[in-house]
């Protein structure tokens, strides 16, 4: 090894340390979870009244100072190291006529416990590679710029799920973790159904028209007018043949086998799932109908599905749980709420991640 080589060596080594230490910088109002006090010893003697009344008031202190942590840290319980970015699915948005929200109460649910939550809003119709450069510009041009952190935590819905991993793909050195919810990590059976019946046909044809308007309306209502749409794109890339091309390009997580468990960490980027099954969940949603609708025409090859993923489908990383009783709405407590009230409350699932991700120092 000649002294250029050995000069070289060092150079890189020194920047990939420099760029390890800049990359670990939380986002500004990060607080760090605190550690109770050490509780006061009593090593007076009994008929020492003065050493007793003594540690009775320093033990009084440790309470107060005890109950100040506690507090402190529920304020903080979702105060993540790192901003989260909630990433919207097909025909998606992040909030539309003030009141209307894809992941529905769910931002305001984890800033009541500091968390630093943004709601990107995406094409309503176009392919994970598209839309991931798009959440891409947005965590380097907004999220990153606005918080001071170097890397982002992505909980991805349906084809946010690959939108976000397409970002950890190209860039993992600004992604700590990307977490998939009911995500079409190997395609929707329902998309599957309509590309060998409706592509190519005139209802087909018709069809694609109307997606392509309500993504137009859809997106406009979001306050991005210049998106285009493309249906067609998006429902070819959901396939199931399309879904493996796309694992193969950005396998990080991938798992081991079909329904199977992932690597927990790929690239320094951690990966989780979750998922459900069910189609009528509230007699009161109207969506559930059109769930059973598309659940009832999907290919789903025997597994469980939620209206138009398959439970296997959602599989991804550490898998934390695929057998909750919602169907692909509820999964980010739409509509309006709407959800089986037996069941874990769709909120709660994010609450839980977010305060993993605070316990992993993520």
């Not at 920047?15 to 979870?33: G, K, R, W």
């Not at 105060?79 to 699915?89: A, D, E, F, M, R």
């Not at 709601?119 to 309503?124: D, G, R, V, Y």
């Not at 935590?153 to 700590?176: E, F, Q």
Request: aromatic share 10%; proline share 4%; net charge negative.
């Amino acid at each position: 090894m000649n002294m250029k080589q050995l000069l070289a060596i060092i150079f890189s080594t020194t920047i990939l340390s420099f760029s390890s230490i800049v990359q670990a910088t939380p986002h500004s109002n990060y607080v760090a979870e605190a550690s109770h006090p050490s509780a006061p010893e009593n090593n007076c003697f009994i008929l020492n009244p003065v050493c007793q009344a003594a540690y009775a008031l320093a033990y009084a202190a440790y309470l107060i100072e005890v109950a100040a942590v506690d507090a402190q840290n529920y304020n903080n319980r979702y105060n993540s190291q790192y901003p989260v970015v909630l990433v919207h699915g097909v025909s998606g948005f992040d909030q539309i006529l003030v009141f209307v929200e894809y992941f529905q109460g769910i931002p305001a649910e984890l800033r009541d416990g500091n968390a630093v939550v943004y709601t990107p809003n995406l094409t309503a119709w176009e392919d994970a590679e598209v839309r991931g450069e798009q959440l891409l510009s947005y965590i380097q041009n907004t999220v990153l710029p606005e918080t001071g952190a170097s890397k982002v935590n992505i909980i991805g819905h349906s084809l946010g799920g690959p939108t976000s991993r397409y970002v950890a793909g190209v860039r993992p050195d600004l992604v700590a973790s990307v977490t998939t919810v009911n995500a079409t990590n190997y395609g929707s059976g329902f998309a599957d159904w309509g590309v060998d019946n409706l592509l190519g046909t005139a209802p087909g044809d018709a069809i694609l028209a109307i997606l392509n308007l309500a993504g137009v309306v859809v997106d406009a209502l979001a306050g991005n007018i210049e998106y285009e749409q493309d249906a067609l794109d998006t429902i070819l890339f959901m396939s199931t043949e399309k879904s493996v091309e796309f694992n193969a390009n950005f396998p990080g997580g991938e798992p081991t086998s079909y329904c199977g468990e992932g690597a927990a960490e790929a690239n320094g980027v951690k990966y989780f799932s979750w998922g459900s099954h069910g189609t009528i969940t509230n007699v009161l949603d109207v969506s559930d109908a059109l769930l059973a609708f598309t659940g009832a025409l999907g290919y789903w090859n025997g597994d469980q599905h939620d209206g138009l993923v398959a439970v296997c489908s959602m599989h991804w990383g550490d898998v934390i749980r695929d057998d909750y009783h919602m169907n692909h709405l509820d999964a980010t407590n739409m509509l309006f709420g709407l959800n089986n009230i037996f069941e874990t409350h769709p909120s709660t699932l994010f609450e839980n991640q977010a305060s993993r991700l605070r316990g992993m120092d993520l």
